[in-house]
């Protein structure tokens, strides 16, 4: 077992040990890292074995991130304002605090690709943990947030809770069709139903950054960015940056240096 892991269901796919690799050549400090399958419904029992081990730092991703924010002992200002952690980490008393980095990885990869302004009108897809994690920073940023979700409830709930950090509507509670958007953002990992898709259909522009926090190994298109390039849409990235930058505040939360992000990115282009 190493000092440093990513918990996960589906796991095996995962590029963070190569990414954390790479920052610890960089910043000649030792940061043994590797993956973790975590069985539904023994996300906790995980979790508490390797920390009584000799783990020191945890990333967390699908689907655990809200569970993640469950059981931490304490939190961070994003991991509190976002109830959703994607890193833990084991302080000397033995306690765990939890984080959340992804909105400052995105809000970090969408400045560099410059798909991003403050208060650009930016459509969410997608109401879990993943969305959770990147909506306060985009509305720290100063943007103006619309969510689109399968399950209705569940997304004005999010829209419901987030309204006191700043503005966000569900885009069925509006008359969302004459809206500009700047920005889509997706953040389900796949739909295959037409029905979802040809309801915001209409808001993909030529001029409308389409950004999935998902990424692909084909030509850097997922399912989603494909679609988006057929409703004609010029600017499309996946989210390889997103995945780079988050690891990076992590890597930072643990050890308390910055690594250089944009060399790693690079390694995947």
């Excluded at 109830?83 to 909105?103: A, M, P, Q, Y």
């Excluded at 930016?122 to 943007?143: E, K, M, T």
């Excluded at 950090?165 to 069925?172: T, V």
């Amino acid at each position: 077992m190493n000092e440093f892991s990513v918990f996960g269901n589906p796991i095996n796919h995962t590029k963070s040990p190569y990414i954390h690799q790479l920052f610890s050549i960089q910043t000649n400090i030792v940061h043994n890292y590797d993956y973790t399958f975590v069985p539904i419904n023994k996300f906790h029992t995980c979790v508490i074995n390797f920390f009584s081990s000799i783990g020191i730092g945890a990333n967390v991703t699908i689907p655990f991130k809200e569970e993640a924010f469950l059981i931490s002992d304490t939190l961070t200002k994003h991991a509190q304002f976002s109830r959703s952690v994607n890193t833990l980490k084991k302080l000397k008393n033995g306690k765990i605090i939890g984080d959340n980095t992804d909105g400052r990885g995105i809000l970090y990869d969408l400045r560099r690709l410059k798909f991003i302004k403050s208060c650009d009108n930016v459509l969410v897809i997608g109401s879990g943990g993943a969305a959770r994690g990147i909506i306060f920073s985009l509305l720290s940023y100063g943007c103006n947030i619309f969510v689109f979700n399968r399950t209705i409830d569940r997304a004005k709930k999010l829209v419901s809770y987030f309204k006191k950090f700043g503005s966000i509507f569900h885009i069925l509670d509006i008359d969302y069709k004459n809206i500009k958007f700047n920005v889509v953002i997706n953040t389900i990992a796949n739909i295959k139903s037409n029905n979802f898709w040809n309801t915001i259909a209409s808001l993909i522009k030529k001029n409308v950054y389409c950004y999935d926090i998902n990424y692909s190994e084909k030509n850097n298109y997922t399912t989603f960015l494909s679609w988006c390039k057929k409703q004609g849409a010029l600017f499309l990235s996946d989210g390889i940056g997103m995945l780079v930058s988050q690891a990076a505040y992590s890597f930072l939360f643990w050890h308390g240096i910055f690594p250089k992000i944009e060399p790693v990115i690079l390694r995947f282009r």
